[in-house]
């Protein structure tokens, strides 16, 4: 079974970084598309971005371009969400995935995803 395992998050102030990572636990994540999601408290499941298999290519939701890069590390099977430059309105539970119908493009819809992590939190507040 494909099993996503999540780390990082925590309290940041305005302004501020965080890491989040995700490892594939008995599978290699560089075979699928990986997307990360956040839910931000009383509200929906939001797509941030996705990184592709293979290539590496990302998206990102509007509201997190040029402050969220993703990126991999296969050596370690881990991808990694770096967010700098964070809001309060960042803040909220984030979720990495698998992209199990193996689309060509990855996309930030929560209903090509299974396998989803267990969610860590991340909360900018001053």
């Known amino acids: 079974q494909l099993q996503v395992v999540q780390s990082g998050g925590g309290s940041v102030q305005p302004g501020g970084s965080l890491r989040l990572s995700c490892e594939g636990s008995g599978f290699t994540l560089d075979y699928y598309n990986i997307g990360w999601f956040r839910q931000a408290p009383g509200g929906g499941r939001e797509g941030v971005g996705c990184?592709?298999?293979?290539?590496?290519?990302?998206n990102y939701v509007e509201s997190v371009k040029g402050r969220f890069t993703l990126s991999k590390d296969n050596a370690k099977n881990l991808v990694y969400l770096q967010m700098d430059s964070l809001t309060p309105e960042d803040t909220g539970l984030y979720y990495c995935?698998?992209?199990?119908?193996?689309?060509?493009?990855?996309?930030?819809?929560?209903?090509?995803?299974?396998?989803w992590g267990q969610g860590t939190q991340v909360t900018v507040s001053s």
């Open positions: 990184i592709e298999s293979r290539g590496g290519d990302t």
């Open positions: 995935a698998v992209d199990t119908y193996h689309l060509p493009r990855c996309a930030l819809e929560e209903r090509y995803y299974r396998n």
